[in-house]
């Protein structure tokens, strides 16, 4: 019973390189979210995707791009990464009629 | 503007005494709260929730209240155990959001001491 599994677990980027996070959930979740977690700031919200073939702006969306491949599957997208994007990223999924996530462990990216 | 707040960015306990985490929020929108529970190197666990029609949710050792005219909840550990020490985030549902949203404080970092 894997959940939400996101990889790589870590990652090192110089600055304007590309990289795709990708997360995965094996629960038949409609909902995916992508949030950053920063020293002092909690969770923040980068992007959603309600459900399958619909994507949407969270709070921090400036520098990312998210596809929701199919029901199972939402990547974040890097385009040109900055050191200001260095923090841990969680992907979470959730069922129809329960508000809690389910998150995945996390993937620490340092922009050098 | 951070919508949901945790004031304390961590809290000591002995272990076996209580551990109180505080939570206070903004948006009198927010109708359902929870509180997650985030060891090192993994992700956030969901440990307890509470809707905005109720004051008090109870689970085990776990205790959550609820002041909608304070805007104010806080979690209660009775007792406090080794094992609860972890980073705890609150976190808040605004009413009609279609994407059932979570806006999450900035966390408390709990260390109960054997």
């Known amino acids: 019973n894997a959940g939400v599994t996101q990889t790589p677990k870590f990652q090192v980027l110089k600055t304007g390189q590309s990289m795709t996070l990708q997360c995965a959930q094996d629960?038949?979740?409609?909902?995916m979210y992508w949030y950053r977690q920063d020293p002092g700031m909690g969770l923040r919200l980068i992007y959603y995707?309600?459900?399958?073939?619909?994507?949407d702006k969270g709070e921090v969306p400036n520098g990312y791009n998210v596809s929701r491949l199919n029901k199972r599957e939402f990547s974040l997208r890097l385009e040109s990464a900055a050191p200001s994007q260095t923090s841990v990223y969680f992907c979470?999924?959730?069922?129809?009629?329960?508000?809690?996530?389910?998150f995945g462990s996390g993937t620490r990216l340092t922009v050098v | 503007d951070q919508q949901v707040k945790q004031n304390s960015p961590s809290l000591s306990v002995q272990e076996g005494r209580i551990s109180i985490l505080n939570c206070d929020y903004t948006?009198?929108?927010?109708?359902?709260f929870l509180w997650y529970k985030k060891y090192p190197a993994e992700g956030p666990t969901f440990l307890i929730s509470?809707?905005?029609?109720?004051d008090k949710n109870e689970d085990g050792r776990f205790t959550v209240f609820l002041n909608k005219s304070a805007k104010h909840l806080s979690l209660h550990i009775v007792p406090s155990q080794p094992g609860d020490s972890a980073v705890y985030f609150c976190?808040?549902?605004?009413?009609?959001?279609?994407?059932?949203?979570?806006?999450f404080g900035g966390g408390t970092r709990l260390m109960v001491k054997p």
């Open positions: 976190a808040a549902k605004r009413i009609n959001n279609a994407g059932n949203m979570l806006t």
């Open positions: 995707s309600a459900s399958e073939g619909t994507t």
């Open positions: 979470a999924s959730r069922e129809v009629d329960y508000y809690g996530y389910t």
């Open positions: 948006n009198s929108m927010f109708d359902y």
């Open positions: 629960m038949n979740h409609n909902s």
């Open positions: 509470i809707s905005s029609i109720k």
